[in-house]
Structure formats: C-alpha cells, structure tokens
T-cell receptor
Framework: EPEVTQTPSHQVTQMGQEVILRCVPI?????FYWYRQILGQKVEFLVS????????KSEIFDDQFSVERPDGSNFTLKIRSTKLEDSAMYFC????????FGSGTQLSVL | KNEVEQSPQNLTAQEGEFITINCSYS?????LHWLQQHPGGGIVSLFM???GKKKHGRLIATINIQEKHSSLHITASHPRDSAVYIC??????????FGTGTRLQVFP
C-alpha cells in the first residue's frame, strides 16, 4: 500500500542551525501538509500546499519556515534558524480524498 | 476554548469491553477524521466522515452534523487497541484541527 515517507526519522541540531525535513507524499495525491506535535501536546497545523503554492499557513509558520516541492515528488520543510521551542515531532501528510500521514521526524534543538 | 473537544482524556478497559470515545467541535467542517497514534508517534487514519456512520472491523464511527458531535466505538476491545485516538476536523480551508486525543489502555 502506498505510504508517505519522511526522512530523517530523528534530527538533532544546535540552536540557530538550519534544518531541512524531507517528505515523499503518495504519488497521486494533490494536497500536502506539515503538522507538528510538541511533546505532550496536540498536533498543530503548520502549512498546506496545493498546486505548487502555499494554500494556508498558521501563526507558527513565520519567516523562519519555508516549504518547497522541488522536483514533483519531494516536499520539504526548512527551518532557517532553529530555536529551542522548535523541538517537536513534525508530520508530513498528503491527501487526494482521505489523508495519509508520514511516520514523523523527531527534531531536537539543543 | 478548544475548537475540538474529546472525552474522556484517558480510558482504561478490560479486554472484551465496548468502548466509546466522544468528539465535539465548534467550527464548520467539511469532514471529520478519526486517527490512531501509537507510542512510536506514527499517525494512522481510521475513518473520514462527512455524514452518517462507517464501520471497519470492530471499529464504528458516527457523526451528527447538526449536533456537531462524533463518536468512535470499539467493540470487543483487545490489548492491541491500546493507543491514543484522535479526532480531527477538516476546516473549510482544508487544514485539520486536532483534538487533544484519548489515551486508551486495554488490559487482558
């Protein structure tokens, strides 16, 4: 069964460094999303992406964040200058009808 | 106030029991999802509902659009059902708004 693939599964970085989280959505899906979950909290929406542009972004998704779909298969989330409070599990999701989630990237900012 | 409220927050059951998890929401939605999250963190979609009722194996999900309420039922619960069950609504702008989840533990 097709699945959403995320890499890496874990990422440790120093505060102020740039990180890129990668996702390969299901190939015939049209809508793409990033969500995050801080430990012990509920999942929060970051950004949605359709037709090669951002459809909606949350207040969390400030100028430090960006998304790209560089080659028609990958979907990336970049955090330019990480902060301690960016530590979270980041989930990529895609959908055509129903939604499918990747297994997440655990980001730890030290 | 949370836009999506779930109850209970925690639920303990004996194997074989019938389980109900409730979800209420306060925003307009195009669909409602029930999701399962295991300790490793991965999220699996169980149901997507826009009306009525759906059944998959021992799981049943219902939604009442007028009352803005949905329920997830598990019949004949089993220890492998132990997980966090999350209600998430899809807004008219397409983003998912998540509830805080219900932690279910089923003991043999």
């Amino acid at each position: 069964e097709p699945e959403v693939t995320q890499t890496p599964s874990h990422q440790v970085t120093q505060m102020g460094q740039e990180v890129i989280l990668r996702c390969v959505p299901i190939s015939n899906h049209l809508y793409f999303y990033w969500y995050r979950q801080i430990l012990g909290q509920k999942v929060e929406f970051l950004v949605s992406f359709y037709n090669n542009e951002i459809s909606e972004k949350s207040e969390i998704f400030d100028d430090q964040f960006s998304v790209e779909r560089p080659d028609g298969s990958n979907f990336t989330l970049k955090i330019r200058s990480t902060k301690l409070e960016d530590s979270a599990m980041y989930f990529c999701a895609s959908r055509r009808g129903g939604v499918a989630f990747g297994s997440g990237t655990q980001l730890s900012v030290l | 106030k949370n836009e999506v409220e779930q109850s209970p927050q925690n639920l303990t059951a004996q194997e074989g029991e019938f389980i109900t998890i409730n979800c209420s929401y306060s925003v307009g939605i195009s669909a409602l999802h029930w999701l399962q999250q295991h300790p490793g963190g991965g999220i699996v979609s169980l149901f997507m509902l826009s009306s009525g009722k759906k059944k998959h194996g021992r799981l049943i999900a219902t939604i009442n659009i007028q009352e803005k309420h949905s329920s997830l039922h598990i019949t004949a619960s089993h220890p492998r059902d132990s997980a966090v069950y999350i209600c998430a609504v899809r807004s008219y702008t397409d983003k998912l708004i998540f509830g805080t989840g219900t932690r279910l533990q089923v003991f043999p």
